[in-house]
C-alpha cells in the first residue's frame, strides 16, 4: 500500500553533480525516518545518508561535506544532493522510509532503486 519511487540516477562526470528524489505514495499516515543506501557490485548495502522527520541528519564519513539529505514533508519527498562526484560513489542508490500507514501499522519500505554511475 505504500510505494517508493527514486528518481535523478545517471551518468555523470568525475566533480559533477546529481539530485536524487524519493517520492513516497500510498496509504501513509506519517513518515519517519527517510533515508539513501547504496550498493555496489561486490560490496554490501550501505547507509548513504538520513533524516529524521524534524530534520536531524547522519551521513556515512566519505560523503560528508559533498552530499546533502533533505525532505520535503508536506510533498512526501526525500532528496539527496550529490556534489563534487567520485567514481567509488558509483553505486544502486535505494531510498527507504519508515512509514506509519493508515492502519497505524508501522513498516519500512524499500524503493527498486536508480543507478548513478561516475566516470573518471
Known amino acids: 500500500q505504500v510505494q517508493l519511487v527514486e528518481s535523478g540516477g545517471g551518468l555523470v562526470q568525475a566533480g559533477g553533480s546529481l539530485r536524487l528524489s524519493c517520492l513516497a505514495s500510498?496509504?501513509?499516515?506519517?513518515?519517519?525516518?527517510m533515508g539513501w543506501y547504496r550498493q555496489a557490485p561486490g560490496k554490501q548495502r550501505e547507509l548513504v545518508a538520513d533524516i529524521t522527520r524534524g530534520g536531524a541528519t547522519n551521513y556515512k564519513d566519505s560523503v560528508k561535506g559533498r552530499f546533502t539529505i533533505s525532505r520535503d514533508n508536506p510533498k512526501n519527498t526525500v532528496y539527496l544532493q550529490m556534489n563534487n562526484l567520485k567514481p567509488e560513489d558509483t553505486a544502486v542508490y535505494y531510498c527507504?522510509?519508515?512509514?506509519?500507514?493508515?492502519?497505524?501499522?508501522?513498516?519500512?519500505?524499500w524503493g527498486r532503486g536508480t543507478q548513478v554511475t561516475v566516470s573518471s
Open positions: 500510498g496509504s501513509i499516515f506519517s513518515l519517519n525516518v
Open positions: 527507504k522510509t519508515r512509514v506509519m500507514d493508515t492502519s497505524l501499522v508501522p513498516s519500512d519500505y
